[in-house]
């Protein structure tokens, strides 16, 4: 099984430039997350997608972070313009969660998440 | 708001020896807690999933615990080897219910060295 890919691997940019990444889940995984990681802390969450609609992005600095996931598959997250405090690893994540609604109810499942290498972003 | 605080936050251990590491969260209407492996320059590798429901979970010489009331879990690493140091990582999935069950909340990590 392949798996979480992301790209690119390093990215190093001055603050008010904008950058991208590109992240390709593991195929049938329906849930695709983009997570955070500062030096020396643990991964924190900034979206959350379930097929290509917003689950949570509660945490999602949306003045200058933006994200999308077309088709349900790929996805993409950008910031413009970057700031200094920006200097982090972005990891992108996807799970086989699925929500099944039924009549008057709905009932999920998780699974493990499966994480890409990320990408490691310097602002200076 | 739920918070997880891992302990110790570095262990240095000779090869052989059996050890443990520590998660605590704040808030014990947790969905799921995660064990994740962190090697540098790498993403995470889950390593063992704990449903609510459940007491511990076991993979070869991994073996976690949860126990929600006390909002504590335990990783045990049996007979560890140099190939175990890396970063271990907790994780607490929110309740089910809306749509965010999903989410994990990290502590910081607990960074391992196995020396030969």
């Known amino acids: 099984e392949a798996g979480v890919a992301q790209s690119p691997r390093y990215k190093i940019i001055e603050k008010r430039q904008s950058v991208a990444f590109w992240c390709n889940p593991i195929s049938g995984h329906a849930t695709l997350y983009w997570y955070q990681q500062i030096l020396g802390q643990g991964p924190k969450l900034l979206i959350q997608?379930?097929?290509?609609?917003?689950?949570?992005d509660s945490q999602l600095p949306k003045d200058r972070f933006s994200a999308e996931r077309l088709k349900g598959v790929d996805s993409t997250l950008k910031i413009q313009p970057a700031k200094l405090e920006d200097s982090a690893v972005y990891l992108c994540a996807s799970s086989l969660d699925l929500v099944e609604y039924g009549i008057g109810a709905a009932s999920s499942y998780n699974s493990p998440l499966h994480f890409g290498n990320g990408t490691r972003l310097t602002v200076t | 708001k739920q918070e997880v605080t891992q302990i110790p936050a570095a262990l240095s251990v000779p090869e052989g020896e059996n050890l443990v590491l520590n998660c605590s969260f704040t808030?014990?209407?947790?969905?799921?807690l995660q064990w994740f492996r962190q090697d540098p320059g790498k993403g995470l590798t889950s390593l063992l999933l704990i449903q609510s429901s459940q007491r511990e979970q076991t993979s070869g010489r991994l073996n976690a615990s949860l126990d929600k009331s006390s909002g504590r879990s335990t990783l045990y690493i049996a007979a560890s080897q140099p190939g175990d140091s890396a970063t271990y990582l907790c994780a607490v999935g929110l309740v089910a219910g809306g749509t965010s069950y999903g989410k994990l909340t990290f502590g910081q990590g607990t960074i391992l060295t196995v020396h030969p």
């Open positions: 997608f379930q097929n290509n609609g917003v689950v949570d």
């Open positions: 808030d014990s209407a947790i969905y799921n």
